[in-house]
């Protein structure tokens, strides 16, 4: 797959540039008011109960901190931006008709949707019936592809397609060839285990069998039996990791254990303790300010109240750094597209798409601090580096970097045609 270069989006790229290096820094968690006008209304779909809701914690606690920055030095275009948060309860149902609340009630200008792909793939298509942007918090690549990809979304952080793509490659190398998946039967632990499967057959490995885990199973242990022991590695898109990496390693499984993309964010890694030694993870973002070598994720975390090792001040919590990415680069594609478009009001959002189909990247800033973004126009999906981690002496820490380059997979529609 090969991205068209065009002058028009190399010119765009330059502002995009321009305007990110024009942002202020973030210097803590007080700050002089900086806006006047009408707001800009966010709505953010979040799981703030229920299973998943380990992840809405954070999305919640970083979309408000810098939305609350942004306020305090110049908003958006110069305008205010409110926020307005509801919660999915981490069901369908519910999360489904929070959305409609945003849209038909608050009257939001643009969503931040939910991380959880099967109210995700419902919800897009709502959004894209109100002509109102959906900037997708889903990790399945099944939100971006095929009947799933409408013009008003967009994806800001990875997905399972492309985590394998940039992680399988490492992981067959130094783990070994052969593979078990032991899955959440779910579209987002069903995504990752399809594409877990090409991305080590790439590399070439196999995955010899893949287990399915129903979401309700009250006991993991007669699946957890029927994976082999003889495979090297053992995959692990799963809603309750920790329960399932304790209850492998008391059952005797000791292959090396790889996590999918992004469950760093659904527990606190120390809960592990003794299992968690050697067990790997592919994250957007480390969780320790060491690993990054990034003063614009270091000004972020100090304005949220974050230590250098990723724990939360208040809470005493482990931050789910992927979470964090997320929500601060789905913010800066709406301040870079918002300004550099003109977009005054929900009538110009369609003139807002097609200018962000024009901009190829986004260079690394206060709102993308681990470095440039690229954006795929077709499918409206986003690239960036993959991060390797492995729990080490009790830390998480850096095992290795997958460039955006190696996580890119074909496009499979083309929005830019409709």
């Not at 110049?74 to 409609?100: E, Y």
């Amino acid at each position: 797959m090969t991205t068209k270069i065009t002058r028009r989006g190399l010119l765009a790229a330059s502002v995009a540039a321009s305007a990110a290096a024009a942002l202020p820094r973030i210097v803590g968690t007080s700050f002089a008011a900086g806006t006047s006008g009408d707001p800009i209304v966010i709505g953010h779909q979040c799981e703030l109960t229920g299973w998943d809701a380990a992840t809405g914690f954070w999305r919640n606690k970083v979309a408000t901190g810098l939305c609350d920055w942004l306020n305090a030095n110049g908003g958006i275009a110069g305008r205010p931006i409110k926020l307005v948060t509801v919660d999915t309860k981490s069901d369908v149902d519910a999360g489904v008709n929070q959305l409609r609340k945003l849209l038909l009630e608050d009257e939001v200008d643009f969503v931040i949707g939910s991380e959880i792909s099967s109210i995700a793939i419902a919800s897009n298509k709502i959004a894209n019936e109100n002509k109102r942007l959906y900037l997708t918090m889903s990790s399945s690549e099944a939100t971006t592809s095929k009947d799933n990809a409408v013009p008003y979304q967009f994806r800001l952080t990875t997905n399972s397609a492309a985590t394998a793509a940039g992680a399988a490659q490492k992981y067959v190398e130094s783990v070994g060839p052969r593979w078990v998946t032991f899955f959440a039967d779910i579209k987002w632990g069903q995504s990752e285990r399809d594409w877990w499967a090409k991305g080590v057959a790439a590399s070439g490995g196999e995955v010899d069998n893949a287990i399915a885990l129903p979401v309700d199973a009250p006991d993991l242990l007669p699946f957890v039996m029927q994976i082999d022991r003889s495979a090297d590695g053992i995959f692990i898109p799963v809603l309750n990791a920790l329960q399932a990496i304790q209850l492998l390693r008391n059952s005797g499984y000791d292959q090396k254990i790889v996590l999918a993309g992004q469950s760093f964010s659904l527990f606190d890694y120390r809960e592990l303790g003794e299992f968690g030694d050697g067990v790997f993870g592919i994250e957007t973002a480390p969780v320790s300010l060491a690993d990054m070598n990034s003063p614009e994720m270091a000004d972020i975390y100090q304005a949220l109240g974050i230590d250098g090792n990723g724990v939360d001040a208040d809470s005493g919590k482990v931050v789910g750094s992927s979470m964090l990415l997320g929500i601060a680069q789905s913010l800066g594609f709406l301040k870079a597209n918002v300004e550099q478009s003109g977009w005054k009001t929900k009538q110009d959002t369609a003139a807002l798409i097609k200018h962000a189909e024009s901009v190829p990247s986004y260079p690394k800033g206060p709102l993308f601090p681990l470095g440039d973004v690229t954006m795929r126009a077709q499918d409206h999906q986003a690239f960036m580096d993959i991060y390797l981690l492995q729990m080490q002496a009790g830390s998480l820490v850096k095992y290795g970097v997958a460039p955006k380059d190696i996580t890119i997979y074909d496009a499979d529609v083309d929005l830019t045609q409709g």
